[in-house]
């Protein structure tokens, strides 16, 4: 098992930065890819972003791209998502996710190949 925990959401101003993180438990001698998703009022869950579990490897989705970093550090077992120029339609809860892997260098958007998922952390950008 594998226990995933954020923090960092809150409530920032249009144009502002919020660094939200995510420290991992359990069985961290596995190899995990590590996505930040977010799921708003009234839609899907979404993919954000992905890192690889040698960190080498990143994808973002569309609308985050150039403000938003994913990075992870495995000595410490955590996870991280730097957020600039924020806007509202930012807003919602975001979630955590570890995907068990055989490469160092494999990534996925799909939540379904997600074996574990922290309770998410809301993040509010008012305009």
């Known amino acids: 098992q594998v226990q995933l925990v954020e923090s960092g959401g809150g409530l920032v101003q249009a144009g502002g930065s919020l660094r939200l993180s995510c420290a991992v438990s359990?069985?961290?001698?596995?190899?995990?890819?590590m996505g930040w998703f977010r799921q708003a009022p009234g839609k899907e869950r979404e993919f954000v972003a992905v890192?690889?579990?040698?960190?080498?490897?990143?994808t973002y989705a569309d609308s985050v791209k150039g403000r938003f970093t994913i990075s992870r550090d495995n000595a410490k077992n955590t996870l991280s998502l730097q957020m600039d120029s924020l806007k509202p339609e930012d807003t919602a809860v975001y979630y955590c996710?570890?995907?068990?892997?055989?490469?160092?260098?494999?990534?996925?958007?799909?939540?379904?190949?997600?074996?574990?998922w922290g309770q998410g952390t809301q993040v509010t950008v008012s305009s």
């Open positions: 890192i690889s579990y040698s960190g080498a490897t990143t």
């Open positions: 996710a570890a995907d068990s892997v055989d490469s160092m260098r494999t990534v996925t958007r799909n939540p379904a190949s997600y074996d574990y």
């Open positions: 359990g069985r961290t001698y596995r190899r995990y890819a």
